[in-house]
């Protein structure tokens, strides 16, 4: 099939959809207007179940750490407080890997939600993003959209949906170029189309799962 053939395929099976989330393709994912959130948001995520395991270490540290919202002020609570008690974290490597985000940031003064929107412009510093240990193209992604940028992290959540459509595309920016053109197809905001799929596909997996085999 061609990329219009797969697109038109894949707009027609959302249509289909009756408990499809319609509502939340036209805004995605909301900034947290905190840092520290959207750091370990964005280094956390990474092969864990969201709803289970990320969601509440985040909310957590919302409440916990609650002035936390620039880059300066969540590195001094690291270094005052340590992560592993606010996260209820065992494991040192993710927490390492927050460190070593947070220092990148603050190496480019990147305070700001706003800031890393303006920082990520650059390839050269995306380059510099990609280099931090565990972070690659779904983890750039995933933080441009935290921070308000126009984009589709493609993640097993997508790759199902695609494939319950009945399409072959499988490959990273495959699936990620079939997004966009459908959020395009769609009248529809790419980062919003992102986030309504993930919520179908996490509400209920077996469904699609059965679907997709």
């Known amino acids: 099939m061609t990329i219009h053939s797969d697109t038109s395929r894949l707009v027609r099976y959302i249509r289909s959809l009756s408990s499809f989330p319609h509502d939340v393709v036209n805004n995605g ?8 959130a959207t750091i370990c948001d964005t280094i ?24 936390a919202t620039t880059t300066s002020v969540f ?17 040192r490597e993710k927490p390492r890997r927050i460190v070593e985000l947070t220092q990148l940031l603050l190496e480019h003064s990147v305070e700001t939600e706003a800031d890393v929107a303006e920082w990520l412009t650059s390839a050269e510093n995306v380059e510099s993003l990609k280099m931090v240990r565990g972070i690659g193209p779904k983890s750039v992604d995933y933080f441009k959209m935290l921070v308000g940028i126009p984009a589709v ?31 395009s197809q769609l009248g529809a905001n790419a980062a919003g189309l992102d986030y309504a799929i993930w919520l179908y596909v996490s509400s209920q997996p077996q469904q699609v799962r059965r679907i997709a085999a």
């Open 153 to 183: 992290a493609v993640d097993r959540h997508l790759r199902q949906f695609v494939a319950a459509a009945g399409i072959g595309v499988r490959d990273y920016s495959g699936v990620q170029d079939l997004i966009n053109k459908a959020a």
């Open 44 to 67: 956390l995520q990474a092969g864990l179940n969201y709803r289970t395991v990320v969601a509440p270490r985040i909310d957590r540290l919302l409440i916990r750490w609650a002035g």
């Open 29 to 36: 994912r909301s900034s947290y207007g905190h840092m520290g």
């Open 75 to 91: 590195d001094r609570n690291i270094r005052r407080y340590g992560l592993a008690n606010v996260l209820s974290w065992r494991d």
